[in-house]
Protein backbone atom coordinates (compact mmCIF):
# COMPACT_ATOMS: atom_id res chain seq x y z
CA UNK A 1 0.00 0.00 0.00
CA UNK A 2 1.53 3.24 -1.19
CA UNK A 3 0.46 6.32 0.18
CA UNK A 4 1.11 8.97 -2.90
CA UNK A 5 -1.93 11.25 -2.45
CA UNK A 6 0.26 14.28 -1.51
CA UNK A 7 0.39 18.40 -2.44
CA UNK A 8 4.08 18.06 -2.50
CA UNK A 9 4.30 21.48 -1.19
CA UNK A 10 8.32 21.33 -0.62
CA UNK A 11 9.55 20.77 -4.51
CA UNK A 12 7.15 23.72 -6.16
CA UNK A 13 7.22 24.64 -8.37
CA UNK A 14 8.67 21.12 -9.89
CA UNK A 15 5.02 19.64 -8.86
CA UNK A 16 3.14 22.21 -9.69
CA UNK A 17 1.33 20.25 -12.65
CA UNK A 18 2.83 16.82 -11.57
CA UNK A 19 2.98 14.70 -8.66
CA UNK A 20 6.00 13.89 -6.56
CA UNK A 21 5.46 10.05 -8.03
CA UNK A 22 6.24 11.77 -11.31
CA UNK A 23 9.18 13.62 -10.82
CA UNK A 24 12.23 12.82 -12.88
CA UNK A 25 14.79 10.97 -11.68
CA UNK A 26 17.78 10.22 -14.18
CA UNK A 27 15.43 10.86 -16.86
CA UNK A 28 12.93 8.32 -15.16
CA UNK A 29 9.87 9.20 -13.20
CA UNK A 30 10.12 8.21 -9.89
CA UNK A 31 7.44 5.81 -9.51
CA UNK A 32 9.41 3.45 -11.80
CA UNK A 33 12.12 3.28 -9.41
CA UNK A 34 10.32 2.75 -6.55
CA UNK A 35 7.94 -0.18 -8.39
CA UNK A 36 11.37 -2.32 -9.66
CA UNK A 37 12.43 -1.47 -5.80
CA UNK A 38 9.56 -3.45 -4.72
CA UNK A 39 9.66 -6.23 -6.77
CA UNK A 40 13.21 -6.69 -5.92
CA UNK A 41 11.67 -7.10 -2.27
CA UNK A 42 9.72 -9.63 -3.18
CA UNK A 43 6.40 -7.85 -3.77
CA UNK A 44 4.06 -8.58 -6.55
CA UNK A 45 1.03 -6.48 -5.38
CA UNK A 46 0.82 -3.03 -5.16
CA UNK A 47 -2.22 -0.43 -4.41
CA UNK A 48 -1.86 2.96 -4.80
CA UNK A 49 -3.63 5.49 -2.36
CA UNK A 50 -3.61 8.55 -4.91
CA UNK A 51 -4.45 12.30 -4.67
CA UNK A 52 -3.57 15.42 -6.46
CA UNK A 53 -2.61 14.76 -9.64
CA UNK A 54 -4.27 11.00 -9.62
CA UNK A 55 -5.11 11.09 -13.14
CA UNK A 56 -1.28 11.48 -14.27
CA UNK A 57 -0.14 8.34 -12.10
CA UNK A 58 -2.61 6.41 -13.67
CA UNK A 59 -1.75 7.45 -16.94
CA UNK A 60 1.51 6.88 -16.59
CA UNK A 61 0.81 3.18 -15.28
CA UNK A 62 -1.29 2.20 -17.71
CA UNK A 63 0.96 2.76 -20.47
CA UNK A 64 4.01 0.66 -18.40
CA UNK A 65 4.69 -2.80 -19.06
CA UNK A 66 3.32 -4.34 -15.55
CA UNK A 67 1.45 -7.20 -16.34
CA UNK A 68 3.78 -9.63 -14.44
CA UNK A 69 1.67 -7.01 -10.89
CA UNK A 70 -1.38 -6.80 -9.38
CA UNK A 71 -1.22 -3.11 -9.51
CA UNK A 72 -5.05 -1.44 -8.43
CA UNK A 73 -5.76 2.18 -7.32
CA UNK A 74 -7.98 4.02 -5.42
CA UNK A 75 -8.54 8.21 -5.35
CA UNK A 76 -8.79 9.89 -1.75
CA UNK A 77 -12.27 11.44 -1.59
CA UNK A 78 -11.20 14.63 -0.53
CA UNK A 79 -7.17 16.05 0.32
CA UNK A 80 -9.40 17.20 3.70
CA UNK A 81 -8.67 13.78 5.15
CA UNK A 82 -5.12 12.97 4.93
CA UNK A 83 -3.52 9.75 4.89
CA UNK A 84 -5.44 8.60 7.11
CA UNK A 85 -8.56 9.07 5.53
CA UNK A 86 -6.57 7.91 2.42
CA UNK A 87 -6.67 4.70 3.97
CA UNK A 88 -10.33 4.66 4.26
CA UNK A 89 -10.86 5.04 0.77
CA UNK A 90 -8.49 2.08 -0.15
CA UNK A 91 -10.70 -0.31 2.52
CA UNK A 92 -11.22 -2.99 -0.12
CA UNK A 93 -7.93 -3.49 -1.06
CA UNK A 94 -6.70 -3.94 2.11
CA UNK A 95 -5.20 -7.64 3.36
CA UNK A 96 -5.06 -8.62 6.75
CA UNK A 97 -2.18 -7.53 6.87
CA UNK A 98 -0.41 -5.20 4.45
CA UNK A 99 3.02 -3.58 4.09
CA UNK A 100 2.18 0.50 4.33
CA UNK A 101 4.77 3.09 2.73
CA UNK A 102 5.04 6.29 1.20
CA UNK A 103 5.20 7.56 -2.31
CA UNK A 104 7.88 9.56 -2.18
CA UNK A 105 10.09 6.81 0.09
CA UNK A 106 12.48 4.28 -1.81
CA UNK A 107 13.62 1.64 0.76
CA UNK A 108 16.43 -0.64 -0.63
CA UNK A 109 15.54 -2.48 2.64
CA UNK A 110 16.29 -6.68 3.61
CA UNK A 111 13.10 -7.54 3.81
CA UNK A 112 13.13 -10.89 5.18
CA UNK A 113 15.34 -9.45 7.86
CA UNK A 114 12.04 -6.96 8.95
CA UNK A 115 10.10 -9.59 8.82
CA UNK A 116 11.74 -11.71 11.23
CA UNK A 117 12.12 -8.86 13.74
CA UNK A 118 8.49 -8.14 13.51
CA UNK A 119 7.13 -11.56 13.66
CA UNK A 120 7.96 -11.74 17.51
CA UNK A 121 5.51 -9.09 18.70
CA UNK A 122 1.87 -9.23 18.23
CA UNK A 123 0.72 -6.02 17.47
CA UNK A 124 -1.70 -3.95 14.81
CA UNK A 125 1.07 -1.84 13.75
CA UNK A 126 4.84 -2.57 13.20
CA UNK A 127 6.95 0.07 12.34
CA UNK A 128 10.78 0.15 10.93
CA UNK A 129 13.64 3.05 12.12
CA UNK A 130 16.58 4.17 10.90
CA UNK A 131 19.50 6.08 13.32
CA UNK A 132 19.40 9.69 12.20
CA UNK A 133 23.20 10.26 13.32
CA UNK A 134 25.25 12.18 10.59
CA UNK A 135 22.23 12.93 8.68
CA UNK A 136 20.21 15.48 7.35
CA UNK A 137 17.10 14.20 8.61
CA UNK A 138 14.87 15.81 11.28
CA UNK A 139 14.72 12.22 14.46
CA UNK A 140 10.59 12.03 15.47
CA UNK A 141 11.13 8.45 17.40
CA UNK A 142 12.66 7.82 21.02
CA UNK A 143 12.78 4.18 21.22
CA UNK A 144 12.87 2.10 24.37
CA UNK A 145 14.56 -0.86 25.42
CA UNK A 146 11.22 -3.63 24.71
CA UNK A 147 10.62 -2.26 20.42
CA UNK A 148 8.07 0.53 22.09
CA UNK A 149 8.70 4.01 20.99
CA UNK A 150 7.75 7.42 21.49
CA UNK A 151 6.46 9.30 18.78
CA UNK A 152 6.09 13.00 17.02
CA UNK A 153 5.69 15.47 20.10
CA UNK A 154 5.81 12.95 22.88
CA UNK A 155 9.78 12.06 21.98
CA UNK A 156 11.41 13.94 24.63
CA UNK A 157 14.85 12.49 23.03
CA UNK A 158 14.29 11.26 19.73
CA UNK A 159 17.60 10.05 17.96
CA UNK A 160 15.23 7.92 15.10
CA UNK A 161 13.49 8.61 12.25
CA UNK A 162 10.32 6.65 10.83
CA UNK A 163 11.90 4.76 8.21
CA UNK A 164 8.32 4.67 5.97
CA UNK A 165 7.98 0.78 6.08
CA UNK A 166 5.18 -0.07 8.62
CA UNK A 167 3.51 -3.61 8.77
CA UNK A 168 -0.38 -2.96 9.71
CA UNK A 169 -3.32 -4.87 10.80
CA UNK A 170 -6.44 -4.23 8.77
CA UNK A 171 -8.30 -3.82 12.14
CA UNK A 172 -6.65 -0.37 12.70
CA UNK A 173 -9.45 0.98 9.82
CA UNK A 174 -11.96 0.74 12.61
CA UNK A 175 -9.59 2.82 14.83
CA UNK A 176 -9.38 5.71 12.40
CA UNK A 177 -12.93 5.57 11.90
CA UNK A 178 -13.75 5.79 15.48
CA UNK A 179 -11.36 8.24 16.35
CA UNK A 180 -11.79 10.49 12.84
CA UNK A 181 -8.16 11.17 12.64
CA UNK A 182 -6.93 12.80 9.17
CA UNK A 183 -3.41 11.44 9.28
CA UNK A 184 -1.62 8.36 9.46
CA UNK A 185 0.99 10.20 11.71
CA UNK A 186 -2.12 10.43 14.74
CA UNK A 187 -2.25 7.16 14.72
CA UNK A 188 0.71 5.89 15.04
CA UNK A 189 1.60 8.74 18.00
CA UNK A 190 -1.81 6.89 19.46
CA UNK A 191 -0.69 3.77 19.24
CA UNK A 192 2.20 4.31 20.63
CA UNK A 193 1.16 5.74 23.69
CA UNK A 194 -0.88 2.84 24.77
CA UNK A 195 1.97 0.15 23.56
CA UNK A 196 0.17 -1.23 20.70
CA UNK A 197 2.96 -0.23 18.13
CA UNK A 198 6.93 -1.96 17.95
CA UNK A 199 9.28 -0.43 16.12
CA UNK A 200 12.60 -2.28 14.65
CA UNK A 201 16.16 -0.76 13.78
CA UNK A 202 17.32 -1.21 9.98
CA UNK A 203 20.59 0.22 8.75
CA UNK A 204 19.48 0.06 5.51
CA UNK A 205 19.47 3.58 3.07
CA UNK A 206 16.54 5.77 3.37
CA UNK A 207 16.03 8.02 0.15
CA UNK A 208 13.23 10.06 -0.46
CA UNK A 209 11.85 12.79 -3.42
CA UNK A 210 10.20 14.82 -1.13
CA UNK A 211 12.71 17.42 -0.83
CA UNK A 212 15.17 18.83 -3.65
CA UNK A 213 18.18 17.70 -1.39
CA UNK A 214 16.32 13.97 -1.00
CA UNK A 215 16.09 14.07 -5.29
CA UNK A 216 20.10 14.96 -5.72
CA UNK A 217 21.23 12.10 -2.69
CA UNK A 218 18.89 9.48 -4.63
CA UNK A 219 20.26 10.39 -8.22
CA UNK A 220 24.23 9.92 -6.60
CA UNK A 221 22.73 7.12 -5.35
CA UNK A 222 22.04 5.64 -8.49
CA UNK A 223 25.18 6.94 -9.96
CA UNK A 224 27.61 5.69 -7.78
CA UNK A 225 26.34 2.33 -8.90
CA UNK A 226 25.48 1.34 -4.97
CA UNK A 227 21.93 -0.08 -6.17
CA UNK A 228 22.10 -3.56 -7.92
CA UNK A 229 19.08 -2.81 -10.24
CA UNK A 230 20.47 0.47 -11.54
CA UNK A 231 24.20 -0.19 -12.46
CA UNK A 232 26.42 3.11 -12.56
CA UNK A 233 25.95 5.99 -14.90
CA UNK A 234 28.60 7.25 -17.03
Known amino acids: MILAGGL ?66 SHDSSPKRGTAGALLDANKYLEEEFLLTYGDSYLPVDISKMEESWSHFDVPLKLSAKSTHNTRHKPNIELNLNGTFTYGADALKPRHINYGLMLVNRNLIQRIKRESTFEFSNVIQSLSRENEAICMVTESALFEVGSFDGIIELENYFREGQNELYPKTP
Open 8 to 73: ATRLYPLTRDKPKSLVTILGEPFVKFQIDNLVNLGIRKIHFCLGEHADLIKKYLSRQEFDYLDITV
